[in-house]
């Protein structure tokens, strides 16, 4: 099962939603920091799983607004797929391996540029993201999806910190 349906089972425990309320809780947890949601599927997403019978459809909406509900059926399959991802070490897939990969075939100065310039849009990011740590309970955010955001400035400030070392590799000629 992937992250996003997780999410979109986890986020109905509370209680029925309709698509754009899931959408607000899931942008409230900052899920465009940490999880690879593609807002515009959450939909499809939707009635995918009340078609398997993992949510109901409560309510057919005016104006065209379905309120889904979670089924227990809903509920076993988050309670053994969240057990799962605390417990399963998986990869993480990130097309910036596939460029490092092939940093020997980027000249040197080009290189230095990317690197230049992914270390600035590294700094960027950990700066937002610091910016919105806090700011979210203000809108009903539990407490602990914070630390979704600080663990995400950790592997950016990780990244960060590989980028500037192996930048001062490629400037003395030790990398490629």
């Known amino acids: ?82 057990m799962s991802h605390w417990w399963e070490i998986k990869p993480i897939v990130d097309p910036f391996q596939v460029a490092l990969t092939f940093m020997d075939r980027l000249s040197q100065a080009d290189l230095t540029s990317a690197m230049e310039a992914r270390a600035a849009q590294l700094r960027f990011s950990i700066s937002m993201t610091e910016r919105a740590i806090g700011g979210k309970r203000a809108f009903g955010a539990p407490r602990h999806i914070d630390e979704c955001l600080r663990l995400n400035i950790l592997q950016l400030q990780a990244q960060l910190t590989w980028v ?13």
């Open 1 to 82: 099962m992937s992250s996003t349906r997780v999410l979109l089972l986890g986020v109905l425990l509370d209680g029925p939603l309709h698509g754009y309320e899931v959408r607000r809780r899931l942008e409230l947890m900052g899920t465009q920091h940490w999880a690879n949601v593609a807002y515009g599927s959450i939909y499809h997403g939707l009635a995918k799983m009340a078609d398997e019978g993992l949510l109901e459809r409560v309510e057919e909406g005016k104006g065209g607004k379905t309120v889904y509900g979670i089924t227990e059926i809903g509920r076993a399959e988050f309670a053994r797929h969240l």
């Open 164 to 176: 500037e070392e192996a930048m001062e590799k490629v400037r003395n000629g030790e990398l490629p």
